[in-house]
Nanobody, 113 residues
Framework: QVQLVESGGGLVQTGESLRLSCAAS????????MGWYRQVPGKQRTLVAR???????NYADSVKGRFTISRDNAKSTVYLQMDSRKPEDTAVYYC???????WGQGAQVTVSS
């Protein structure tokens, strides 16, 4: 059974940092590009960061320079370090494969101004 479990969400002030974690089933983690997506109410879920099995990363322009994606292959876990948070970063964050085939419950992140 494939599992994706996000954690680390919460309420932060503008400018504060936050790190999300996603524990994935080894069956999908070890062979796939992994990514973090986010969704706000009424809008599509969008990819904000991705990382290959070899550690090559790509970011959406909206988060470039502020967010950092990383992965721990031994723990089958992918992380999203979010610095210099802005109110527009408020969303539910999900991790998945790229392209996405599975979804976890997501982690709500709220940035207050």
């Amino acid at each position: 059974q494939v599992q994706l479990v996000e954690s680390g969400g919460g309420l932060v002030q503008t400018g504060e940092s936050l790190r999300l974690s996603c524990a994935a089933s080894r069956s999908i983690f070890s062979i796939n590009v992994m990514g973090w997506y986010r969704q706000v109410p009424g809008k599509q879920r969008t990819l904000v960061a991705r990382i290959t099995t070899g550690g090559i990363t790509n970011y959406a322009d909206s988060v470039k320079g502020r967010f950092t994606i990383s992965r721990d292959n031994a723990k089958s876990t992918v992380y999203l370090q979010m610095d210099s948070r802005k109110p527009e970063d408020t969303a539910v964050y999900y991790c998945s494969t790229v392209p996405p085939r599975y979804w976890g419950q997501g982690a709500q992140v709220t940035v207050s101004s």
